[in-house]
T-cell receptor, first 113, second 113 residues
Framework: DAGVTQSPTHLIKTRGQQVTLRCSPK?????VSWYQQALGQGPQFIFQ?????ERQRGNFPDRFSGHQFPNYSSELNVNALLLGDSALYLC????WGVGETQYFGPGTRLLVL | GESVGLHLPTLSVQEGDNSIINCAYS??????FIWYKQESGKGPQFIID?????DKRQGQRVTVLLNKTVKHLSLQIAATQPGDSAVYFC????????????FGTGTKLQVIP
């Protein structure tokens, strides 16, 4: 039973570019959440997708957008990259419902130069 | 704003001793409180959670205590092992279908052999 997988593992971009990160949820999960984790900090919630719709959003600008596909996988897109976007981007999956635990993937390390 | 924080950034414990990691939270409306373990280069790993209507929950070698009166959460690890060395995050979620998880800044646990 595969856990949460993310691709790529590492990525280097320059300011102003756009990036797309991908996530496949754990088998049986239908909900995907994205988090940004700066070095030495706890993860910060970006947004959550269920039934291909954004259900909740954290304090992130519109440059951050996402998508969920019918197979529950998800993408995170970041436009007009800033140096401050350098971070570990984590995907977490769960089943929609009360008390359902989120399971995290290994993350994508993004470096913006 | 709402936040989940930790008292100690670093905790050093002798192998075989018990570890106690503390956390203060401010959102009294939170429904679930969670402890995650994050090893270097990996995503957060779920350890244990507790619902707001409980005050204690035990797992394998771990116990979580919740004191709603003083908004305090703790994680106790029995017979700490070198493999327990990691950063530990407390986190909270409002529960329900919306599972936005709010993380604290983390405590680094160092196990001394």
């Amino acid at each position: 039973d595969a856990g949460v997988t993310q691709s790529p593992t590492h990525l280097i971009k320059t300011r102003g570019q756009q990036v797309t990160l991908r996530c496949s949820p754990k088998s049986g999960h239908d909900t995907v959440s994205w988090y940004q984790q700066a070095l030495g900090q706890g993860p910060q919630f970006i947004f959550q997708y269920y039934e291909e719709e954004e259900r909740q959003r954290g304090n992130f600008p519109d440059r951050f957008s996402g998508h969920q596909f019918p197979n529950y996988s998800s993408e995170l897109n970041v436009n007009a990259l800033l140096l401050g976007d350098s971070a570990l981007y984590l995907c977490a999956s769960s089943r929609w419902g009360v008390g359902e635990t989120q399971y995290f993937g290994p993350g994508t390390r993004l470096l913006v130069l | 704003g709402e936040s989940v924080g930790l008292h100690l950034p670093t905790l050093s414990v002798q192998e075989g001793d018990n570890s106690i990691i503390n956390c203060a939270y401010s959102n009294s409306a939170s429904d679930y409180f969670i402890w995650y373990k994050q090893e270097s280069g990996k995503g957060p790993q779920f350890i244990i959670d507790i619902r707001s209507n409980m005050d204690k929950r035990q797992g394998q070698r771990v116990t979580v205590l919740l004191n709603k009166t003083v908004k305090h959460l703790s994680l106790q690890i029995a017979a700490t092992q070198p493999g327990d060395s990691a950063v530990y995050f407390c986190a909270e979620t409002p529960g329900g279908g919306y599972q936005k998880v709010t993380f604290g800044t983390g405590t680094k646990l160092q196990v001394i052999p």
